[in-house]
């Protein structure tokens, strides 16, 4: 079973849509969460960290669930930008290894 | 600010053949990474320094991988001899601290014929 699992996708979804990716993670001694955004043929970037309470960044949501261990990101109104492939990132309690999902491929369309 | 560097951008070699990649973290960061990324999936850590240290390694094949930070600055990671299946992107990332936010490069894209 892998680390990080996730549905590989891909999601295709209209401009304005909502759409939301899970996650989940095998290791209950995870203790850092985070959602990376990957472009097509580009690096990784941090789109944002994931906490308990759950976070918002404008358009996006993230929500932690450490008793079913599992992490979901919702992403409101969609954009044609937002089109990419989103990775679910854990690391353990006190490393700063970082262990990723395969990644959930959003496509959005006009 | 400059972004994590990488080159080559793209490397095509034939199997059995040696190859290098070149990485130079972001100004200041003491926290360098380098991971693999095969098609479809996410990125695999290979090895991680701390300065020149490396402090965690337990991933990177040392049959034929190898990786240096002589003076805790940029860095190497070399392949010899490559192999088919290291057809991969080559990521490296660095960081401020342990524990803090990691910024990637590029990438190097290697195709072994």
């Known amino acids: 079973r892998k680390e990080v699992e996730q549905d590989p996708g891909p999601f295709n979804v209209p401009e304005g849509a909502t759409v939301a990716f899970n996650c989940t993670y095998s290791?209950?001694?995870?203790?850092?969460f985070f959602w990376y955004r990957q472009d097509c043929r580009k690096e990784p970037k941090l789109l944002m960290s994931?906490?308990?309470s759950g976070n918002e960044d404008g358009r996006f949501t993230a929500q932690l669930n450490r008793a079913s261990q599992y992490i979901s990101l919702l992403i409101r109104d969609s954009k044609l930008s937002d089109s990419a492939t989103y990775l679910c990132?854990?690391?353990?309690?006190?490393?700063?290894?970082?262990?990723f999902g395969t990644g959930t491929r959003l496509q959005v369309f006009p | 600010e400059a972004g994590v560097v990488q080159s080559p951008r793209y490397k095509i070699i034939e199997k059995k053949q040696p190859v290098a990649f070149w990485c130079n973290p972001i100004?200041?960061?003491?926290?360098l990474y380098w991971y693999l990324q095969n098609l479809g999936q996410g990125p695999e850590l290979l090895i991680r320094?701390?300065?020149?240290?490396?402090?965690?390694d337990s991933q990177l094949p040392k049959d034929r991988f190898s990786a240096e930070r002589l003076k805790g600055v940029d860095s190497t990671l070399k392949i010899q001899p490559a192999e088919l299946g290291d057809s991969a992107v080559y990521l490296c990332?660095?960081?401020?601290?342990?524990?803090?936010?990691?910024?990637f490069g590029p990438g190097t894209r290697l195709l072994v014929l």
């Open positions: 990332a660095s960081s401020w601290s342990p524990g803090e936010t990691q910024y």
């Open positions: 290791n209950s001694a995870s203790q850092s």
């Open positions: 994931v906490y308990s």
């Open positions: 990132v854990v690391s353990l309690y006190n490393t700063d290894k970082l262990i």
């Open positions: 100004s200041g960061h003491n926290t």
């Open positions: 320094y701390e300065n020149e240290e490396a402090v965690d």
